[in-house]
């Protein structure tokens, strides 16, 4: 099912960003812009993080690093592009 319909984005695909460290709708869209065009999926994006789709919630609770080498790496969009 698409989560952002501007970017086609669908919930495996957040799923996957939030498997590899994305645990935030802002880490979401630097990931794959979902969330960034009219907004309307953002609170879709919170609802599949609020319900476990982070594994790496309890590191980022615990202020430890939690994203994956390509985000780290910035290869998903750029914070700055999508504030």
Partial sequence: MYVCSCF???EQQVEQHAAD???????IASACKA???????????????GRGACPRRELADQGQPVLSEVLARGEGARLDEVA
């Fill in 35 to 49: 969330g960034t065009d009219c907004g309307s999926c953002v609170r879709r994006i919170q609802a599949l993080l």
């Fill in 8 to 10: 086609g984005i669908t």
């Fill in 21 to 27: 460290g994305a645990c935030t709708p802002r880490q």
